[in-house]
C-alpha cells in the first residue's frame, strides 16, 4: 500500500475529469469557467483513466471519487463510473456533482455502478442557492436526490460550504432538511484559494461553533470508517441522516489524511494546496501498471505533514474547480 513517510496509508484516490463547470459559485468561478475548447480536448482520455485507476488498485486503493469541474459535463461519464467500477481492488465508486445533471442522469450512473452521491447544495433557500450558484436548479437537484434514494444508492451526502452573509443563518433548515432523510449533510469551511482571497476575508466561518451547538444537542460522534473522508460525522436517534464538518484549519487536520489527487490532465496533487505538482500522463500510455506504481511509491516519499493554509499559502491551487476540493 501507498504509505508516506509519517506513516499514512493511502486507500483514497479522488480523480477529477474535467476542469470546467457551468455552475459561477460565488466562492470558486464566480465569473464562469477560464476552461475554453483545447483546455477540454486535454482530459484525460478512457485508457488513460483505466490505467490510472488500475495502478493505484494494486497499490492499496479501495475507493476513487470522480470530481471536477463538473463531471457529468463529460459525455463519457457512465463509462469512467463503469470503468472504475470494473477495476479488480476498488470497492467503492463515488461522485461529486453540482447536480444540474443529476435527475437525468441517476439511473445511468447508478447503473454503471456508482455506489457513494456527494452533491454540492450551499443553500435550501431558492434564491439564495441562484445568488450563489448563478442557476434556479434547486428544485431539479432536490428531485435527482429523491431519485437517488429510489434507486437504493445509500451513501448520500449534501455538501454546503459554510460562508458568513449566506448560509450561516440557515443551520436550522439543514438541519430539518436531514430530519427525515437518510443523508449526511456535510459543512465545508470555506477554504482560501488563489483567486479569492478577498471573498475568503469576508465570508470565513469556522466550524466549531457548530459543533459545539451539536454536542449541546446531544448529537454524537462516529468513528470515521477506513476510507472514509477527513469529515468530523455526527449522529442523534431523532434525526435519520447526519452531520458532517471538514475543518482545514482545525488542529491536525492533516494527521490522518488517506487521498490522493490527480487532475483532469494527469497531474499528481500530493496534497489540495501544494506548490506543485507531477505529470504522469506519460506514464499511462502503455498497459503497463509497475512505471505507475514505481512514480506514486518514490512521490509519495516527498508529501509534507500539512498544508500551509494557516500561513495563507494555498499553493499553486486557483480555486477549487481546477482539482475538485
Known amino acids: 500500500m501507498l ?8 486507500s483514497y484516490l479522488r480523480l477529477s475529469v474535467t476542469e470546467v463547470c457551468n455552475f459561477r459559485c460565488d466562492y470558486c468561478l464566480p465569473d ?11 482530459d484525460l482520455t478512457l485508457d488513460e483513466i483505466r490505467r490510472l485507476v488500475a495502478a493505484f488498485a494494486k ?34 465508486v463515488a461522485l461529486t456533482t453540482n447536480g444540474y445533471r443529476l435527475a437525468k442522469d441517476i439511473d445511468a450512473w447508478h447503473e454503471a455502478g456508482l455506489d457513494a452521491l456527494n452533491v454540492s447544495i450551499d443553500s435550501l433557500d431558492h434564491a439564495k442557492f441562484e445568488l450563489i450558484t448563478g442557476h434556479n436548479k434547486l428544485q431539479q437537484i432536490l ?20 460562508m458568513k452573509h449566506y448560509n450561516d443563518d440557515a443551520m436550522d433548515d439543514f438541519f430539518d432538511f436531514v430530519k427525515a432523510r437518510p443523508i449526511t449533510l456535510r459543512l465545508i469551511e470555506l477554504m482560501r484559494t488563489g483567486d479569492n482571497e478577498a ?50 484549519y482545525s488542529k491536525d487536520f492533516c494527521n490522518t489524511c488517506n487521498r490522493l489527487r490527480v487532475s483532469s490532465q494527469g497531474a499528481l496533487f500530493l496534497c489540495l494546496f501544494v506548490d506543485q505538482h507531477q505529470s504522469l500522463r506519460h506514464l499511462l500510455q502503455s498497459d503497463d501498471s509497475q512505471p505507475v506504481m514505481d512514480f506514486l511509491q518514490q512521490a509519495i516519499k516527498g ?8 500561513q495563507q499559502n494555498p499553493g499553486s491551487t486557483r480555486q477549487l474547480a481546477m482539482i475538485g476540493g
Not at 428531485?143 to 459554510?162: F, S, Y
Not at 508529501?303 to 494557516?310: D, E, F, P, Y
Request: aromatic residues 6%; hydrophobic residues 35%.
Open 59 to 92: 497499490l492499496g486503493t479501495r475507493k476513487v471519487r470522480i470530481t471536477g469541474g463538473e463531471p457529468s459535463l463529460r459525455k463519457d461519464l457512465v463509462d469512467i463510473i463503469r470503468i472504475c467500477k470494473a477495476t479488480p481492488g476498488i470497492e467503492t
Open 199 to 248: 471573498f475568503f476575508n469576508r465570508h470565513h466561518l469556522s466550524g466549531q461553533a457548530i459543533i459545539n451547538q451539536l454536542k449541546a444537542n446531544h448529537w454524537q460522534e462516529r468513528l470515521p470508517g477506513t476510507h472514509a473522508g477527513p469529515a468530523r460525522e455526527f449522529w442523534h436517534p431523532d434525526y435519520s441522516g447526519g452531520i458532517g464538518l471538514i475543518m482545514p
Open 303 to 310: 508529501k509534507t505533514i500539512s498544508h500551509n493554509l494557516h
Open 32 to 42: 464562469g469557467t477560464d476552461c475554453g475548447a483545447e483546455a477540454r480536448a486535454q
Open 143 to 162: 428531485q435527482g436526490l429523491a431519485r437517488a434514494a429510489e434507486l437504493g444508492i445509500n451513501n448520500i451526502k449534501v455538501n454546503a460550504v459554510l
Open 3 to 10: 504509505t508516506d513517510s509519517f506513516d499514512r496509508r493511502f
